[in-house]
């Protein structure tokens, strides 16, 4: 069994669900501190949802750094009698190791320490500082998690050059795809007032929902922006409409309805703020109107990191790797608004966060591999040039 196999294992084998880590930390711990490095813990939010956090850094002779992020936490693991075997039990099935968490994200953080391990192994005094950011609120309400530290790095000036965050990236096999960005997302909470009334006496009433229709069409109508070389368009999506008092005779007096725009680096929130509430005023509303802002669009664009990362994936899969802005949000969001070049690569992501996740055991080693020379290239890269 290799390293990087039997440190997923004792991850996954841990119900690190979000909040909780169960000891993940613990064991990570234990693996990086003989190798140098310096480790703060962080905890943060109320007793009842208590956050671990944990940066860990050893320095290097340039004062360059490559940070690895990632989370121990995962998500519920849904009706256990759905499972083919127990979700928190590491086990070997048709060439698959299944558990929850086993691509989401606990065998990254495990070729990651590894990949330090051999790279610290054969470079005693590399010019490649080395860190680590780990969180166990990714999966949860994430305010309490990598934002926390990435806040606390901001103030004493001490964040990273280049960042890998271990999420499950590629499709088919490890390395297929590198997410060098995602886009933004921003939530509304629209509430539409009219008047409740008997439905036989409309005249007496209005309407929220007959109110709001025309300019929900007009809405879903719209091309916000035409997105760019590197993000498709940005999205105005509709999640959820809540009217009426359950009775059938019952004219609403107001109506609520949640919306979320997924946008690119072509919009800023103050814009698409802007345009979709001059359509309600061209509409005559009523309405109150909140906004929550969950992170900002963020792009790596091609250079050093990108550039070895694509290097160390050709060489050791043979893969010539697709860049993506595609998905939903990471920690990478909070990440960005620190570090230059972030970059996200994982193994595939077909099973997260469903019943019997699982990851190919092809895939395990290669990931590791990638890691490791990355800090090879990135550490030959920070060495000055000789004379």
């Not at 299944?98 to 470079?123: L, Y």
């Not at 008047?195 to 036989?200: L, P, T």
């Not at 005249?203 to 229709?213: D, E, F, G, R």
């Not at 895939?363 to 990135?378: A, F, G, S, T, W």
Request: charged share 20%; aromatic share 6%; proline share 7%.
């Amino acid at each position: 069994m290799s390293q990087t196999l039997r440190l997923a294992e004792q991850l996954i084998a841990r119900p690190s669900i979000t909040p909780d880590d169960a000891g993940c930390m613990d064991l990570i711990l234990a693996q990086l501190k003989p190798l140098g490095f310096v480790c703060e813990e962080i905890y943060s939010g109320p007793e009842s949802f208590r956050v671990r956090n944990l940066w860990a850094h050893r320095s290097g002779s340039s004062g360059k750094t490559l940070a690895f992020a990632g989370h121990t936490d995962v998500v519920p693991t849904g009706p256990l009698d759905q499972w083919s075997s127990d979700p928190f039990t590491p086990t070997h099935r048709d060439g698959k190791l299944f558990g929850r968490g086993t691509s989401d994200m606990k065998t990254s953080i495990a070729a990651m320490v590894v990949a330090v391990q051999e790279f610290v192994a054969a470079n005693a005094h590399p010019a490649l500082g080395l860190a680590f950011l780990l969180t166990s609120d990714e999966e949860g309400p994430a305010v309490d998690g990598t934002v926390i530290v990435c806040d606390l790095l901001k103030q004493r000036g001490h964040a990273p050059d280049y960042c890998i965050v271990g999420e499950p990236t590629s499709v088919q096999r490890t390395g297929d795809m590198i997410k060098n960005g995602r886009r933004g997302t921003m939530s509304g909470k629209l509430t539409v007032k009219g008047i409740q009334g008997h439905i036989a006496y409309p005249h007496l009433a209005k309407n929220p929902i007959h109110s709001a229709a025309p300019a929900l069409a007009e809405l879903v109508g719209i091309e916000w922006d035409q997105g760019n070389d590197f993000f498709q368009p940005t999205s105005w999506q509709i999640s959820n409409i809540h009217g009426g008092t359950g009775a059938s005779n019952v004219i609403p007096g107001q109506v609520v309805i949640d919306f979320n725009f997924r946008f690119c680096t072509e919009s800023t929130p103050e814009n698409l703020q802007q345009r979709l509430t001059e359509v309600l005023h061209q509409h005559g509303l009523d309405f109150d109107l909140q906004w929550t802002i969950g992170g900002l669009p963020f792009l790596t664009t091609p250079g050093t990191l990108v550039d070895v990362v694509q290097q160390a994936i050709r060489q050791h899969t043979g893969i010539e790797t697709q860049l993506s802005t595609t998905g939903g949000t990471s920690d990478g969001r909070f990440i960005a608004q620190i570090c230059p070049q972030v970059i996200e690569l994982g193994p595939p992501n077909a099973t997260i966060h469903k019943i019997n996740e699982h990851v190919a055991m092809p895939d395990i080693e290669p990931l590791k591999n990638i890691y490791r020379e990355v800090l090879q290239l990135l550490d030959h890269a920070c060495k000055p040039e000789p004379n």
